[in-house]
């Protein structure tokens, strides 16, 4: 089984707060840690490349 990471940073999305949602231009899953979201770190879709906070 593949372990999640974060679409930002990279880390196993084992904590809680962790979330995962489609991308808003393709619906490709995005995986957000905790520490990511609180701090509104960018993140770059890696299928259509959009750009969020």
Not at 5 to 11: G, L
Not at 13 to 26: D, Q, V
Request: with cysteine; glycine share 10%.
């Amino acid at each position: 089984m593949a372990e999640k990471k974060c679409s930002s940073c990279n880390a196993p999305l084992a904590e809680e707060g962790a979330t995962e949602f489609g991308c808003p231009a393709c619906g490709f899953k995005i995986k957000r840690c905790y520490r990511c979201r609180e701090q509104s770190i960018p993140y770059i879709c890696p299928k259509c490349g959009f750009r969020g906070p």
